[in-house]
């Protein structure tokens, strides 16, 4: 599988080179692909995520933004007490991404997490699996050189393998 880096404008600035990715041949990014999904009961959780992307513009993708760095990919948002306690029948919506400076950031899916092991999760674990393939091959890329982050740019029209 092959994926293609693209920026996504609205949320790039000065402080943040904010990109999603294409596979194959899908004319739809990733990130696209969770916006076009709906999720009624969740509306909080999409404002809440809507809020960290606004805030990582301003201040950067900080570490504190994001839930659960998970080896390779983390997810966004970081889920609070109070959205967790009304979430009865699920674990709330997940965002991955793979956040690789403060300034570099990759939104990729995410759904409705309905188990508590995103592996083993209906709705997420494609989504999971996808940011740890694509979070594995960038560190093997940037390890071999074949990707070089020398300025915020770099990844607009890379294509890696994953």
């Known amino acids: 599988m092959k994926a293609t880096f693209e920026p996504i404008e609205d949320l790039c600035s000065d402080y943040l080179a904010t990109y999603s990715v294409y596979l194959d041949d899908n004319p739809i990014t990733e990130y696209e692909q969770f916006y076009e999904k709906e999720f009624p009961n969740h509306a909080e959780e999409i404002k809440e995520i809507d809020y960290i992307l606004y805030q990582c513009t ?30 009865t029948i699920d674990f709330g919506i997940r965002l991955y991404c793979i956040r690789l400076r403060n300034d570099m950031l990759i939104l ?25 393939r694509l979070g594995r091959a960038i560190d093997k890329a940037l390890g071999s050189r074949d990707l070089i982050f ?6 607009q029209g890379e294509e890696i393998n994953i």
Do not use: M
């Open 58 to 87: 301003y201040r950067g993708a900080l570490s504190n933004f994001f839930y659960k760095h998970e080896g390779a990919a983390s997810a966004i948002p970081y889920v609070k007490a109070e959205i967790i306690e009304k979430n």
């Open 108 to 132: 990729l899916n995410g759904d409705v997490k309905t188990h508590i092991d995103p592996a083993q999760c209906p709705k997420v674990s494609r989504h999971f699996a996808l940011a740890h």
């Open 150 to 155: 020398n300025h915020r740019e770099c990844l």
